[in-house]
């Protein structure tokens, strides 16, 4: 029997790191890692981030992002060990033999040349094919991948397309040079879960098509279920689980493979209304400057104190236009809001102290809502000076009180938020807008960037704390399993519109409008097949994407 | 109408305008000046009567703001007024001097913009390694210098004492293209020499801040050589930063030759400005104010524009 295409042997890859106020140090990222792959296989690489599944997948092109090395092992593509490649065999190796499709294609594209371009680059730079030719592979590509005008496409510039068309294009720029491996690096996390089934779809017959061999990496069991053939699931850098996809699923032997597979633990009972909403938004239209339509068209929905709205929607659908409006970033050209049994002024300028401090907001990236230079004391600290004119003890006592709440405790009062986890930024955000004692938080995405059994402990922490302070949460997201978790009162939105409105059993029981439908039916289940079903199943495309 | 049309036109007016702002500058400036001009030009023993005739004669006696609108006027139709000094047509006198700086400053662009930008390539190519290291000491040494000790220094070595081109740029219309470019040569080394640094610098910052992008690591797995992710995946996206610092260092070295011509006697506009200063020859000098303002807006007018047209969102909307 020949030898596979890729062959990994005991891989270990390093990193130099530099803690602040430390010396630098080498550490080890990923320790001893092993696996084969045949032509025409898919092997899915599974983990939460840190893992180490993009640092392999890279690995086998010989690169190592950042200050990343290669330091141990073998990596042998076929038949040679590249890892003792001079850097001239190396480069004659990347996007001919194996290429590469990134996680965001909207930043991997060089926003100042034609798609086409850059789809035949490497085809053409690496002389698999004349300029012609590859052109030609291009398009046949594009129409394969399901873009519109497969002809024209590639005359476009990046920002032109969708970013799920992107994310297509993205793989026909990988599979353009023929090569014999494509790494797939979270391929469809950053798309909306309606688009992503279409680009998975997309992405799995091309791969039956030609033959390739492939490493999916994601974070989610539940794609890379659809288009593997075996899983390997990585934790901290180690191999804890390697086998057939339908065993991984359904016998899995390991607990972390386990907890991975297991359905998210939130269990939330839904609230009825009770007397007086807190928030009333009315027959809201709002339109961004300069644009001839509107984005958000007479909107309404309530939110009652102490319970969840779940504003739901693909990108696009008006959902952060809708925050913008309550918040008084962006006025409404008509409509009405109450806050709190009052009228708020549409207009920012023209809120009261009080109105702002009772509508607090917490962000998706916790990383750029905090200001690096101060510590988690200080962001804690700032709005009671701000609301309460509390200072020394008064405060400090309450900042630690805060921090016990969001399970973090006292210690954490001195750190910077670079020395924080994913996790543990977004509870120091959450203690920042709780310390303003509000009667609504909106949280934009608030779980988005994060691991599902990161984002899983934020959701809880959340609940508890609604119990506890009395909080109204208007939760905008476009993951119907958070939804499902944390929710009393669900709103769908369809380009701007409330598509459907309702008791949280009322919007997720059939029968549905076809966009709920579509919507619902597109979150991934762990079930070899499923893809198939649902395609063929479907009543609509998604919109805009 | 297109976008960019919309967004050209917008830095358009705003050049004309600031023209404009400029030119009232000019003419408040050259007014606040202590001392009469008719004073000057006739002298402490002047009589009364001489200096009373003179001032009507050029105008003096007029309110500031009529004087200002003719002057203005007149300079939009090319008449740039006389000189006090000698009598004859600034517009004539000037239309030469400005002829040979801009030629000047030309050949100059020409060897040291392409220069600057290879060498800013060329550094972050081997960043933070031995040739970086060289080209930023060279150029950050060269600028550090002042410009007339390294004219002289050329002079002396290259001209004195290797006799390869003349010490002294002195062109004039007879010459052809050959020999006044020979005549230049020391010139164009010495205000390249004075440029380098800064855009040279710049293109390696602009260049560096791109390389970070996720799309340079997309050309780098396509196998792509370094200097190929470089100069075709990292120069195109960081256009605008360098045009902005090419424009500012070309204005240099049209406003800002003067002392490179007097070191050189090159017949520029920097000598006839510094000539009639000194003689406190209020038209001329308003005049080269004039012209030295609108070459600097314009420049960056252009650097502007090209910075607009250099963004494919701009250029190609949705």
Not at chain 1, 185 to 206: N, S, Y
Not at chain 1, 300 to 318: F, I, R
Request: hydrophobic letters at 45%; one cysteine or more.
């Amino acid at each position: 029997m020949s030898d596979p295409m890729l062959k990994v042997r005991d891989l270990k890859i390093g990193a130099t790191i530099y803690p602040p106020g430390e010396k630098p140090r080498d550490i080890e990222i990923v320790h001893g890692v092993s696996f084969d792959l045949e032509r025409g296989k898919v092997l899915g690489l599974i983990g939460e981030s840190g893992a180490g599944k993009s640092t392999i997948g890279l690995a086998s092109m010989a690169y190592g992002r950042g200050g990343v090395e290669l330091t141990g092992g073998e990596v042998w593509v076929n038949g040679r060990d590249i890892l003792k490649s001079r850097p001239g065999d190396i480069r004659a190796l990347r996007g001919a033999e194996v290429t590469y499709v990134s996680q965001s294609a909207a930043a991997s594209f060089n926003p100042a040349k034609k798609i086409m371009e850059q789809v035949i680059e490497a085809a053409v730079e690496q002389k698999k094919f004349s300029r012609r030719d590859a052109e030609e592979r291009a398009r046949v590509l594009f129409a394969k991948l399901g873009l519109p005008d497969p002809e024209n496409i590639g005359d476009r510039y990046p920002h032109q397309v969708s970013g799920g068309q992107l994310q297509r294009c993205m793989t026909a720029l990988a599979l353009c040079p023929q090569p014999d491996l494509v790494v797939f690096d979270e391929p469809t996390t950053a798309l909306d879960v309606t688009t992503q089934i279409d680009v998975l779809m997309a992405i799995k017959e091309a791969i039956k098509d030609t033959g390739v061999a492939a490493l999916y990496i994601t974070h989610d069991l539940a794609v890379v279920a659809q288009v593997s053939d075996d899983i390997m699931v990585l934790r901290m850098g180690e191999m804890v689980e390697y086998g057939p996809v339908d065993q991984i699923i359904n016998a899995p032997q390991e607990d972390y493979t386990k907890a991975l597979v297991s359905v998210r633990s939130i269990d939330h009972e839904e609230k009825a209304p009770t007397s007086e909403p807190v928030l009333k938004v009315e027959g809201i239209s709002a339109r961004y400057a300069g644009l001839a339509h509107d984005v958000l068209s007479n909107v309404s929905v309530e939110l009652h104190p102490g319970q969840t709205l779940a504003v739901v929607g693909e990108s696009g659908s008006g959902k952060s236009t809708l925050a913008r409006v309550i918040t008084g970033l962006l006025p409404q050209r008509s409509g009405q809001i109450t806050f709190a049994g009052r009228a708020l002024s549409p207009d920012l300028a023209g809120r009261s102290r009080e109105d702002l401090r009772e509508l607090q907001m917490i962000y998706q990236m916790a990383d750029t809502a905090m200001n690096p230079r101060q510590t988690v004391g200080t962001i804690i600290g700032r709005p009671l000076e701000f609301y309460f004119g509390m200072k020394g003890a008064e405060k400090q006592k309450r900042i630690i009180e805060l921090l016990d709440e969001i399970e973090l405790g006292e210690k954490f009062i001195d750190r910077y938020p670079a020395e924080l986890s994913g996790g543990q930024k977004q509870r120091v955000c959450i203690a920042r807008a709780l310390a303003a004692k509000p009667k609504l938080i909106i949280c934009d995405e608030v779980t988005s960037a994060l691991d599902p059994l990161v984002a899983d402990g934020i959701l809880k922490l959340l609940l508890n704390l609604q119990k506890v302070e009395d909080v109204a949460y208007l939760f905008i997201t476009h993951d119907l399993a958070t939804v499902r978790a944390i929710s009393d009162t669900i709103a769908v939105m369809y380009q701007g519109n409330v598509q459907r409105y309702g008791s949280k059993t009322d919007v997720l029981s059939p029968p549905f409008d076809d966009y709920t439908d579509l919507l619902l039916s597109s979150v991934p289940h762990m079930r070899l097949g499923w893809l198939e079903e649902v395609v063929v199943n479907r009543k609509m495309q998604s919109g805009g994407n | 109408m297109h976008p960019v049309l919309t967004l050209v036109a917008q830095r358009f007016a705003l050049g004309l305008l600031l023209l404009f702002a400029a030119s009232a500058l000019i003419f408040a400036g050259t007014m606040i000046l202590p001392g009469d001009v008719a004073q000057s030009i006739l002298g402490q023993s002047a009589t009364p009567e001489a200096l009373e005739n003179l001032r009507r004669e050029l105008g003096l006696n007029e309110p500031p703001l009529q004087r200002y609108f003719s002057w203005l006027f007149n300079a939009m139709q090319g008449d740039l007024g006389t000189a006090l000094t000698n009598g004859r047509d600034i517009a004539d006198s000037l239309s030469t001097r400005l002829g040979n700086t801009l030629f000047l400053a030309f050949w100059a662009a020409v060897v040291s913009v392409p220069l600057a930008i290879f060498l800013g390539l060329l550094a972050v190519r081997y960043k933070d390694r031995w040739p970086d290291k060289l080209i930023s000491a060279v150029t950050l040494a060269s600028i550090s210098i002042p410009e007339f000790l390294i004219g002289y220094v050329l002079m002396y070595f290259v001209s004195v004492r290797l006799g390869w081109f003349p010490s002294v740029a002195m062109v004039n219309s007879s010459m052809s293209l050959f020999e006044r470019l020979n005549a230049i040569a020391l010139p164009i080394a010495v205000l390249t020499l004075v440029v380098l640094a800064h855009m040279m610098r710049m293109t390696r910052a602009a260049i560096l801040n791109v390389m970070q992008s996720a799309y340079i690591e997309t050309a780098e797995l396509k196998g792509l050589s370094s200097f190929k992710v470089i100069y075709r995946h990292a120069l195109p996206n960081a256009i605008a930063p360098i045009v902005n610092v090419v424009m500012l260092n070309m204005a240099y070295l049209v406003v800002g030759v003067v002392v490179v011509e007097v070191v050189f006697v090159y017949p520029g506009m920097g000598q006839y400005l510094v000539d009639h200063v000194s003689k406190r020859d209020v038209p001329v000098v308003q005049a080269c104010g004039l012209i030295f303002a609108a070459v600097y807006i314009c420049l960056n007018m252009i650097a502007d524009i090209v910075s607009i047209l250099a963004n494919p969102r701009l250029r190609h909307p949705k």
